[in-house]
């Protein structure tokens, strides 16, 4: 009878160890798809973070275009007005218009600016600030020919939009 219980309490505890032995083996199989799981997400953190930055920057700079009021422009009432406007921001900051004629439509005008690089950036904020809703549709600027490194020559495009049409 001993004997007998012998092998009895051999053998339940043979089976706990093997018991044990597999929910030891249980457990690391599911610590791997849990380390797997949180290296995913870890990488969906620095993703989000980086496309947040990138959302925080766009935002910013949709808020700085909204400060410029574009919608509430008013339009010019004749391209006198545009051309005075245009003439007087080049003459504030010395650039020499070399020509200005209307294009293929009254609301274009083309240009050939001469300056200094500075003055001509300046000219074009303070287009910017024009009291009627405009763009620069085109723009190329090449170092003058025969003059010092800071003077330019610039093409441009400018549109204008008008309440007459």
Not at 26 to 34: E, H, N, P, R
Not at 73 to 83: G, H, K, L, W
Not at 91 to 106: C, H, L, R
Request: proline share 1%.
């Amino acid at each position: 009878m001993k004997k007998n219980l012998y092998l009895v309490f051999t053998g339940v505890l043979i089976v706990i160890c093997l018991a044990l032995c597999a929910g030891v083996w249980w457990s690391i199989g599911q610590l791997k798809t849990y380390r797997e799981e949180y290296e995913a997400l870890e990488s969906d953190r620095k993703n989000s973070n980086e496309l947040m930055a990138q959302l925080r920057l766009r935002n910013n700079s949709l808020n700085q275009i909204n400060r410029l009021n574009i919608e509430n422009a008013s339009a010019a009432t004749d391209f006198v007005e545009v051309f005075s406007q245009v003439r007087q921001a080049a003459d504030s900051y010395k650039v020499n218009i070399v020509s200005m004629t209307q294009g293929s439509s009254e609301n274009i005008l083309h240009m050939q600016l001469q300056g200094n690089y500075y003055s001509l950036a300046h000219v074009f904020a303070k287009w910017r600030t024009m009291p009627f809703a405009s763009r620069m549709t085109s723009l190329k600027i090449r170092r003058a020919a025969s003059s010092p490194e800071s003077q330019v020559e610039a093409d441009v495009i400018l549109e204008a939009m008008r309440s007459d049409g």
